[in-house]
């Protein structure tokens, strides 16, 4: 196996740059042979927090954990995949959908995030409560709300289905189905789901021909001064749990979120703080914040400079909110704009499989 | 912060485990007389009781905590990992790998064999009650801590260190339910609970014949020493925290050493 995968690196990195340049242009609905499965770390981020170590990537890890992530034999009842409420074109958020959906339409009580640059985060969920990109698929997996199914049920339809053994074998040497492997071909579609092609990342690597225009320029620099002290370049999140001075509403379930205080119920200080979410893909990832309350980044931007709710724990820079003028807000919508990545959205080795 | 650190320090003491262990393994060889390099089994076996009387399952004996309210048990798993066998020098074998999950439901699982011991006496068996800190942040694992064994909190990432479920007519949740459901490995929740058991005669380990450790396991420790546990105000247990704590600090007192063989 691991001869195999060797040979599989060293074939890729022969080959990527000329044919990741290849697909790109082309689109191709399905993915070619010597597509770039290698993961590379772009020269502008920063040291990930996940490199795969013990999870050597391959194209048939890759691909498993491609057709996992879309094949509603995820759910209890098969209706919903991992993409129904991550879809490639939102950049795998859910888009429009101010919280998921789950199986039987049972309403989730927080927004579907977007899946991209996940490498880097230190935590998953909006409450930080699993700390390992591994670890994460069996939350929705069993979430009531969500797929509504156990660990056990997955690896026995897995197991008795016609070609998930043969793909296991191929993927990782012989036909055993376990939770772990499930979740480490997981890992390998989702790690390497890598965004740094918006025009913000190219400005970045010096690109040829491309620079900020007047507007974005400006936004950059409201941007730097007002915002990037929690949205940190260039993932444009710390990772921190915060509380951004949200008005306290009850969720679906008629409760008000204690977010981070889910998993910290004893310590009061957790209460009301939510992951940080990237700013990179907003015109894909609509609505905004952890229920989605907010349709369009013009709320968020008013939200912060003439909404925020004084409650437990809100964040001491958000205190006396943000003061924006509306050319201030124009310009930092612009250079919001630079940071979507239609190269992402689009990249054929994420899209569903035919 | 805290959790860096307790992975630093929990890296650290297994790296200097593992040191002292290579180190130490010639030595113990010429220390008992036996062959070097030799090399033999231990087995270790573990049985449950409630106070004196064995354990059972069956949800109708009762059994009654040092508070006084009685109960019967449907369920008792923990785990225990990182043994290490100590020798009157300081010596130490370390198992590898070492992750065990005791499954009162599961006869298989009450017993498990050490293997390629150092020949030798060992007069201490040191193990951790629960999952290390350092399992519980590395992702995907297999084996005992295959999430299949319903012992992984998939919403706030965490191995269930130990489970105890039964009923009792002092318990004022729904159904009279007790729910004991122990985790936390990490910061002031942490219950991970290492043991030393001192061995009333040495585990003799050689090549010609299998050595055993019987160890009984007592399930009334658990309300006991040094929280009285009051079925009525403490019932269903389900998350880290104080209460999880409590239990834990008490069931640290669970094994005690019935023969050794």
């Known amino acids: 196996m691991r001869a195999d995968t060797l040979r599989i690196l060293l074939s890729v990195l022969t080959m990527s740059s000329v044919l990741w340049y290849g697909c790109r242009k082309d689109d191709p609905p399905a993915i070619q042979k010597g597509e770039n499965y290698t993961f590379q770390v772009p020269a502008h981020f920063p040291e990930p927090v996940y490199r795969f170590e013990q999870n050597p990537v391959s194209e048939a890890g890759f691909t498993l954990g491609r057709r996992l992530f879309f094949d509603p034999i995820m759910s209890r009842d098969q209706t919903i995949s991992c993409g129904s409420c991550h879809q490639p074109f939102a950049a795998f958020s859910q888009f429009g959908h101010n919280v998921s959906h789950g199986v039987k339409d049972r309403l989730g009580v927080r927004n579907s995030p977007g899946l991209f640059n996940l490498n880097w985060h230190t935590s998953f969920f909006w409450d930080g409560g699993v700390n390992h990109i591994e670890n994460q698929p069996a939350n929705p997996i069993t979430n009531p709300l969500e797929m509504d199914e156990t660990l056990e049920g997955i690896v026995g339809k897995l197991r008795s289905s016609a070609e998930y053994p043969q793909l296991f074998q191929q993927a990782f040497g012989d036909t055993l189905i376990s939770t772990q492997r499930i979740f480490r071909s997981l890992a390998q579609f989702m790690g390497l789901m890598v965004s740094a092609d918006a025009k913000y990342d190219k400005v970045a690597r010096g690109a040829a021909g491309v620079a900020f225009t007047e507007v974005e320029q400006s936004g950059l620099n409201v941007f730097r001064e007002k915002c990037v002290q929690c949205h940190t370049e260039p993932l444009f999140s710390d990772f921190s749990f915060r509380n951004n001075g949200l008005a306290l509403l009850p969720n679906t379930q008629g409760e008000v979120d204690l977010g981070r205080g889910v998993i910290e119920p004893n310590d009061s200080g957790s209460y009301y703080r939510f992951k940080v979410p990237s700013l990179r893909n907003l015109k894909y990832t609509q609505p905004y914040m952890h229920d989605g309350r907010f349709t369009t980044i013009d709320e968020v931007l008013d939200h912060y400079s003439n909404g925020i709710h004084v409650t437990l724990n809100l964040d001491p820079l958000l205190q006396t909110g943000l003061s924006l003028s509306t050319a201030e807000k124009s310009a930092l919508k612009a250079f919001l704009e630079t940071l979507n990545d239609e190269t992402f959205v689009k990249d054929p080795r994420f899209q569903e499989p035919q | ?261």
């Open chain 2, 1 to 261: 912060m805290m959790k860096k650190n307790g992975l630093l320090i929990t890296t650290l003491l297994m790296a200097s485990c593992f040191l002292s262990c290579k180190k130490d393994d010639p030595i113990n060889g010429k220390d008992d007389g036996s062959g070097k390099g030799e090399k033999g089994i231990v087995r270790i076996e573990v049985a449950h009781f409630a106070g004196d009387q064995p354990l059972l399952m069956d949800g109708m004996t009762r059994y009654r905590n040092s508070h006084g309210d009685d109960f019967t048990v449907t369920m008792l798993k923990y785990y225990v990992s990182n043994l290490v066998l100590i020798k009157a020098d300081g010596s130490t074998f370390a198992e590898p790998e070492s992750y065990h999950l005791i499954n009162q439901a599961e006869e298989n699982s009450l017993q498990f064999t050490l293997t390629d011991v150092p020949a030798g006496k060992y007069d201490k068996l040191k193990l951790l009650i629960g999952v290390d800190s350092l399992r519980n942040v590395s992702g995907a694992q297999t084996g005992a801590l295959d999430p299949l064994n319903d012992m992984f909190w998939t919403w706030s990432t965490g191995y269930i260190m130990a489970k105890m479920e039964g009923k009792s007519n002092a318990s004022t949740a729904p159904g009279s339910i007790l729910n004991f459901h122990i985790g936390g490995f990490s910061g002031p929740y942490n219950v991970l609970q290492e043991v030393v058991l001192e061995l009333p005669q040495d585990l003799v380990v050689s090549v010609d014949k299998e050595a055993s450790l019987h160890l009984k396991s007592d399930l009334l420790s658990w309300f006991d020493m040094p929280f009285t546990i009051d079925f009525a105000t403490m019932n269903n247990v389900a998350m880290q925290g104080p209460e999880a704590q409590q239990i834990a600090q008490n069931y640290r007192q669970m094994f005690s050493v019935i023969s050794v063989e």
